[in-house]
């Protein structure tokens, strides 16, 4: 008697399949994320008049606003970068998180223009979900 095949083949071959689609959609989200912080950062260099309103209060009393902005660009550049590298995902993507959440909750009275942010946010939340990996 032999087992029969259904649908996609050998459950070998449906697992690879989820495997490579995992692979792309981790490609996807990391690509998409990463220009997010990469127009950021291009943005805030060339127009930092455009960005500098963002900051919240306590932090301008802290530091210059225009040295934080070059400071906070230059991190999402190299958390842009990160996502791209593909090495250890799982934690640029909770570093994002965090990132994209202190931008919302800071500036939640800008909800007209930092909506968007929350679509970006659940993004990298989902990566961080897709790229964890258990400790079994």
Do not use: C
């Not at 989820?18 to 690509?31: C, I, N, Q, T």
């Not at 943005?43 to 934080?68: E, H, K, M, T």
């Not at 800008?110 to 946010?121: K, M």
């Amino acid at each position: 008697m032999t087992k029969k095949k259904t649908g996609l083949g050998s459950k070998k071959q449906e697992n690879q399949l989820v495997k490579d689609r995992g692979v792309l959609v981790s490609f996807f989200l990391r690509s998409g994320l990463a220009i997010v912080f990469f127009y950021a950062a291009t943005a805030a260099l060339l127009s930092p008049d455009s960005w500098v309103g963002f900051i919240p209060q306590f932090v301008r009393n802290i530091i210059d606003p225009y040295l934080f902005l070059k400071i906070h660009f230059a991190f999402e550049a190299i958390l842009g970068l990160w996502l791209l590298s593909n090495k250890k995902i799982f934690y640029a993507a909770v570093i994002a998180v965090l990132d994209l959440l202190s931008i919302i909750i800071f500036n939640i009275g800008a909800l007209d223009i930092v909506f968007r942010d929350i679509t970006i946010l659940f993004a990298a939340i989902a990566l961080a979900i897709l790229s964890y990996k258990k400790s079994d």
